[in-house]
């Protein structure tokens, strides 16, 4: 399994005008990476899962997640992955995974309730800038979980939650990629290392 | 300089709801191109330059072409990519370059004619999923145009063009990627070289 964990700083926790996908906080970079995580050309990858953890307004914090096997009837556009985030966040989010269509889920929790139950079943890194070169040690990562931030990055205090969980900061390139580009890429190496 | 050529099957060659883009030919797909051939993080690569050949309804082919350096007012989303390239097939399109924003043009070239254009300044390499890895040649890749379909692919009619032009066929991965995909990885390649 591969699966990425995306902070939306400002990314917002109500249903949103499809019209208007960069002004509900940013949702266009978190729609970006759920595509750029899960689509191959006319396919979907096999066992990948996107978390996408939304703490703009007005209910804050809520998770998106997004199981690759189980998807169906999703397309890479934005609007159509926004679609069905929109829905998610239409469905009262509880402390339990609620299934808002096949494959995705909500639920209301924060980062550090998340990563402690996500910490259980992959290994978490996180993806910085200045972590080191992914590639490098790309034969040992199994089951991974990539914490990344969106056009804001992550946090103070959410990196220090991360690193109750992790202490291996990643990068995949020198240069400063947006979100969804330090996806491909990650899938990339990974990729590269199985073959 | 760094270039890409997409060719866009059915891509629409007249002005497009910005409400159904995947509805204008797959115009998602190259606005897409665009998104992940120009932007890095919060800023636009320098001597980048995209061209979408459209090849659908009702007027092909036409042109667009977009030029980082002289670039303004474009964000990496597809509404906003698209809005940019609705608004060049609104003009009309001539044998020469129009510009129709800062750092945009549009012409009615065919395949043949522009690739006879950008050989003149430009490496031409042909992306191909059966190609030779990228990575093993990157450091003699200089000033590449590199050429590839949409989600269709390259008509044989089009390869035929395309090798008058280069022998060389790359790849960048042995999965089939979605075309943006190709971007990202062909500059993360390029860049790693670099460094």
Redesign the interface.
Known sequence: MRSFLIIGNEAVTEPFS??D??GAGRM?VLC?CV??AL?????IRKDVEVFLLLLGKPDPPKVVRIVSNELRRM??????VAGHIRKALGVKATKEWTETNSGIFVTKRNLKELLSELSKRYNVYYLREDGRDM?EIASWIKDPLFVLGD?IGVKKEDEDVIFNFTSTILS??????????CI??AH?IL??NR?
Do not use: A, C, G
């Open positions: 499809l019209n996908i960069p266009d970006r595509s750029q689509f191959l050309s006319h396919s397309s890479p556009d934005e609007r159509n590639s056009h995949v390139s020198n240069l400063s990629l947006m979100s969804e580009q491909t890429i990339y990729d590269k073959t």
